[in-house]
């Protein structure tokens, strides 16, 4: 609690006279627009865009898996995590910024490649702490059952991408995705079941989409979330339509019964306007509440 008191007093005019201090203890200090992904500017009391991608540190030229800035800014507290590029480890720290009409997040990094040490293991051994920090941030943003992203991915990516399409005059759609009646399977055969069925959905998800320019996440249970850039609406419902048909050739033998699969969908197109993250899955939410309701196995949904 403490600490997010002090999150919430950090304002811009606070650090004003402290960035030379901080470069004394940080290896970089920078501003950044966590939604936008841009590096910042401060000076003369204006915060300006550099018209670079805070990305382009890692020299990977794509939006980072889990990013921490904009976890301190949806969340309004600070956090710690362990970055690296190739040989280097890289501890950053991101405190959300109080500015009228400014998104901002203080990112400070510094690198820890040799004064972090691991509890186990050959200290000797170059690509230990690597692979650590490597597998701590999967497990942050990814599902362990079906391998695709969790929740927390969501928060994250989608309002990156939606300020993407936004700038670029790109569509963005979405698909919001309900297994029909999942809850009879875990209650007549159990959750060991239930979480074969949700596995084989989630790798069909896997293979129907673009995997370097969409993603999809497990939203929770039985409900997926999916993410198409640069889609318009009929490439999305046809993208749901090859969903639906897949996950109905799903053969799952329980218990000597062979088990069909059936789906409920919602869909919905970002295109000239822009609304929040919290706005799209919403509206995607209800579209595919509103096919339960029509009847169940069936793709709603709209343009906005």
Not at 130 to 137: A, D, P, R, T
Request: glycine letters at 6%; charged letters at 30%; proline letters at 2%.
């Amino acid at each position: 609690k403490e600490a997010d008191k002090v999150s919430k007093q950090v304002t811009l005019k606070n650090i004003e006279g402290n960035l030379k201090f901080f470069q004394t203890m940080y290896d970089i200090v920078r501003l950044v627009d966590p939604l936008r992904k841009s590096v910042l500017e401060y000076s003369e009391c204006k915060v300006n865009e550099k018209h670079e991608e805070c990305y382009n540190y890692w020299e990977n030229g794509k939006i980072c898996d889990n990013c921490i800035s904009v976890r301190a800014y949806n969340s309004n507290k600070s956090f710690v995590k362990l970055e690296y590029k190739p040989e280097t480890v890289m501890m950053v720290t991101a405190i959300p910024m109080q500015a009228e009409g400014t998104t901002a997040v203080l990112e400070l990094l510094k690198n820890v490649t040799d004064s972090i040490m691991v509890g186990s293991g050959d200290y000797n051994e170059g690509r230990l702490l690597h692979s650590i920090v490597s597998e701590f941030n999967f497990r942050i943003i990814k599902d362990k059952l079906t391998d695709l992203y969790n929740r927390y991915f969501i928060d994250d990516r989608l309002p990156a991408d939606i300020v993407n399409a936004a700038v670029s005059g790109t569509p963005l759609s979405v698909i919001f995705l309900d297994m029909d009646d999942f809850k009879h399977i875990n209650d007549k055969y159990g959750h060991m079941s239930g979480d074969l069925v949700i596995k084989e959905v989630g790798n069909v998800i896997k293979n129907s989409i673009r995997a370097d320019t969409d993603w999809a996440a497990r939203y929770g249970g039985d409900e997926f979330f999916i993410c198409l850039n640069n889609t318009d609406y009929d490439e999305a419902y046809g993208i749901a339509e090859r969903i639906q048909k897949e996950i109905e050739k799903i053969s799952v033998s329980i218990q000597g019964e062979d088990i069909c699969f059936f789906t409920s969908m919602g869909i919905h197109t970002m295109k000239d306007s822009m609304i929040t993250a919290e706005e799209l899955l919403n509206i995607a939410d209800k579209k595919m509440y509103e096919a339960k309701k029509s009847g169940k196995n069936c793709i709603f949904g709209n343009v906005l």
